[in-house]
């Protein structure tokens, strides 16, 4: 967690409702959801099938729109945001990692990255030497040269986390792309994002505990609320669902 006096907020939910469906026929998805990020956190949510954690995650990444409540990124209500202003904002403020990863196969890793950065106007030096930073640091230089359907799922997802990064988003969205990787590379890649982009917040739809147990904060989700916040440890301690998580996983190994 960060010290008290350097925590700048960057997300805010303020009792936030989702419902689907019409009169008669209403599912509550997100019942009164709120809680607050702080700026480079790493946040994971967790819970069961139909919990409704990637219906939270969608309207934080304005994919879907709230029914009630509001949503506040870096100061700014997003719940109010519409059209041309609302695509500029997704556009500069937020970045998303799906688990299909959106390359495309007839480009090369390097030409994956390059494209986001060629929309934004950015010259072709400045494009290398952006590439070849993050390449280092995310251990990909050996797959630029390659096209997407000759790399592994791990290959892919750096090369799509790197032209992620690249943008400068401020807030990384994670839907549930990692859990095809296996255990040791998804913690590693958590562990990596955590210490070498520490000013970049991370919001992690998580299956597996040990994957994301270094995490700042966890946030459990049952029938639509929060049921529990907290650490690794300190949930092992106050959560009924973490602890049953937790439980069945270790039985699993």
Request: charged share 25%; hydrophobic share 40%; aromatic share 6%.
């Amino acid at each position: 967690m960060k010290e008290e006096n350097n925590m700048e907020k960057i997300l805010e939910l303020i009792n936030v409702e989702k419902y689907y469906g019409s009169k008669g026929n209403i599912t509550k998805a997100l019942d009164k959801v709120s809680f607050e990020v702080e700026k480079g956190e790493l946040i994971s949510i967790m819970g069961a099938s139909g919990s409704g954690k990637t219906t939270l995650l969608n309207c934080i990444s304005t994919i879907d729109r709230v029914t009630s409540g509001r949503i506040i990124i870096g100061g700014e209500d997003i719940t109010s945001l519409r059209g041309s202003r609302l695509n500029a904002f997704r556009r500069e403020k937020l970045g998303f990692i799906f688990q299909d990863f959106n390359l495309l196969d007839t480009l090369t890793g390097y030409e994956n990255i390059a494209l986001a950065l060629s929309i934004q106007n950015v010259g072709a030096r400045e494009i290398e030497k952006r590439i070849m930073e993050i390449a280092d640091t995310l251990n990909i230089k050996d797959v630029l040269k390659k096209n997407t359907y000759q790399m592994s799922g791990g290959q892919k997802q750096r090369v799509a986390i790197s032209r992620t990064i690249l943008k400068h988003a401020e807030i990384i969205i994670f839907d549930d792309a990692t859990s095809a990787l296996d255990l040791k590379t998804e913690a590693n890649l958590y562990s990596m994002l955590k210490n070498a982009y520490p000013d970049t917040t991370k919001i992690i739809i998580a299956q597996r505990i040990a994957s994301v147990k270094d995490a700042d904060r966890i946030v459990i989700l049952d029938d639509g609320h929060i049921s529990a916040v907290g650490t690794h440890d300190e949930l092992l301690k106050n959560s009924a669902i973490y602890q049953d998580i937790y439980n069945s996983q270790l039985n699993k190994k």
